[in-house]
């Protein structure tokens, strides 16, 4: 493997670089202070949502930062009441409103919780404000093998990323195996698995001398997946990516491997399984 650094990236199916770390800002009703840390120590990728209500604050953030707009990567995801067509593009345009935006790197589908004919209305929006200019790539989240089948059966575009819920605890094999086969990046979210830590991490972690949430960052990043741990405390989010001077052994990546629950250990909706 190259070596990983704050600013390394993986080439999307649009063309597209998205860093492999980013700062999530869910829960965060002040996330001014985090996304200014994290765009001075070196982010260059911050992931919102419309649901999270501060898309105007990453905007207003990335402004404030001097950081030039093209360099930082920008997620947004459409919510679940906005599902269809029309809906999802009159969210959109009222994302790049909020954000102060020209275009957003990255819109999502936020979950597949409505049904399968307004999962694909919602798809052909997001493919439709990317023919505008409005959305450079397109993607889904929370979404297990059979919503994206549905994308597939009807033709349309396959989607660059799935963010799912994935962390040592719920590793979400079955979906990172068919996102691996159709080219679809795998970003994990609640990476840090909201501090709570089994014994056998925090022991190894204590071994390379690293903090679990270091540790699990590590573990994501040497798994292949884009990792988005989340903090509202400028300290944390600049030492969270404190993982580029070790490297985790073959044999311990085994070990906390050895950890999955499947979906028993999830901590968070994940509603993969939506009908």
């Known amino acids: 493997m190259s070596k990983l650094t704050l600013t390394s990236t993986v080439k999307l199916s649009s063309g597209y670089e998205l860093p492999l770390v980013g700062l999530g800002v869910y829960r965060n009703d002040d996330c001014v202070p985090a996304c200014l840390a994290a765009l001075k120590h070196g982010y260059r990728h911050i992931d919102s949502a419309r649901m999270y209500k501060n898309e105007e604050q990453v905007g207003n953030a990335v402004k404030e930062s001097g950081v030039p707009r093209e360099q930082v990567f920008v997620t947004s995801k459409v919510n679940n009441p906005e599902h269809g067509y029309e809906p999802a593009l009159a ?109 056998k991490i925090v022991e190894i972690a204590n071994k390379y001398n690293k903090d679990p949430a270091q540790f699990l960052v590590r573990w994501s990043l040497q798994r292949g997946f884009v990792t988005l741990p989340k903090s509202s405390q400028p300290a944390r989010v600049v030492s969270n990516v404190d993982v580029y001077d070790f490297e985790i052994s073959e044999e311990d990546v085994a070990a906390i491997n050895a950890l999955d629950k499947g979906k028993d250990g999830a901590i968070t909706w994940n509603p993969v399984d939506a009908p």
């Not at 052909?124 to 990317?130: D, G, Q, Y």
């Not at 959305?135 to 059979?146: E, L, M």
């Open 91 to 199: 969210a959109i345009d009222d994302s790049l409103k909020k954000f102060g935006f020209d275009y957003i790197d990255l819109i999502l589908i936020h979950s597949p919780l409505s049904d399968k004919e307004r999962r694909l209305q919602t798809w052909r929006a997001l493919i439709e404000a990317k023919k505008q200019g409005k959305v450079r790539t397109i993607g889904v989240s929370n979404y297990g093998p059979r919503h994206l089948e549905e994308i597939r059966e009807a033709g349309l575009e396959t989607p660059s990323v799935n963010q799912v819920e994935l962390h040592p605890l719920c590793q979400q094999k079955e979906i990172v195996e068919y996102c691996g086969k159709h080219g679809i990046v795998v970003e994990a979210y609640s990476p840090l698995i909201r501090g709570q830590w089994t014994d």
